[in-house]
Structure formats: C-alpha cells, structure tokens
C-alpha cells in the first residue's frame, strides 16, 4: 500500500503539475537563461509599472512568459498558492520557492536545467552545484523542463537529480 502524500509533498506535486501543464498549454515558454520575461520579451519591471508593490503576482498580466525551470515553478506557485507578490516579481525572488523546496532541491533544479546553479542570483546562497546531465539527456530546454516537473511528481515532490527518465 502506497503512503499518502504529505501536505508539503502535495504542495510540491501540485506545483509541478500546474507548471508542467502551463508549459503544454502554450503558456509558457521554456528557455535557459530567461528566469521571466513576459509577452514579446518585456521585462518584469515594464509589466509592473506603477503596480502596487503587495499586489499578488497572479494578477500581472504577462500574457505567454518566457521561463526557467524555477521561474515556471514560481508562476505554478504564484497561482495557486496565491502567495507572491509584484515586489517579489520585481525582485526576481526565486527563495519564494522556499516555501516548499528547500535551498538544497533549488539548486539541485536549477543545476538540472541550467547545467550549474547560480546561489547567490537565486538568493538561496546554498551550494553551488553542477549538473551537466540533464542537458545532455534533454537538449531541448521544453523536454528538459518536462523531464525535471515528471521527476518531481513521480518521486512525491522531490527533486531526485539522478533519477533521469523520458
């Protein structure tokens, strides 16, 4: 008999899967190097112009968002969650995700995607980390994206980085 979910594995599950499904829908597009840019590239700053700092992100209208691994979990967190402000948007606050994934599993994401992460530009000042698997299992950062999310729901919320399965 399968162990239910805790609330914070199903957290992370839930995360995932809303950004997995965004990434399918067409809502998001996957690109290294682009942590969130909104419709036709514009920055952040532009679309939260004259916004009120404590405005929930889920009410920025970016239209379809250029992302990361970690900024297409931020938005899946933003939404459903509805715990990410215009402020955090604006200062690109990946540590938001520490809410659910620890400094560690931050990382360990970004390096899977990226090739390597970069702490002290995620605010997670962890470890640095290497990981040029990935990249090389998934050329293409859309299947790379998918494979990381799948990875996450299968092992119950947790990113496990040598778990690489298509």
Sequence with gaps: MKKRLT?????????????????????????????????????????????DPNAQARDVVLGPCSVCALGGLLLAKAVRFNAVSVKDLRDLRVNRLEDHFSVDQINEIEAAFEGKSYPEMNFTHGRHVVNYEWRLAFPDPKERFRAIMRNIIRNRGTFVPNDIQR
């Design 7 to 51: 609330v914070e594995e199903q957290a992370r599950v839930d995360i995932a899967r809303d950004a997995l499904a965004w990434e399918e829908a067409g809502a998001l597009d996957i690109n290294v190097q682009h942590y969130l840019r909104g419709r036709g590239g514009r920055n952040i700053y532009d679309l939260t112009d004259g916004m």
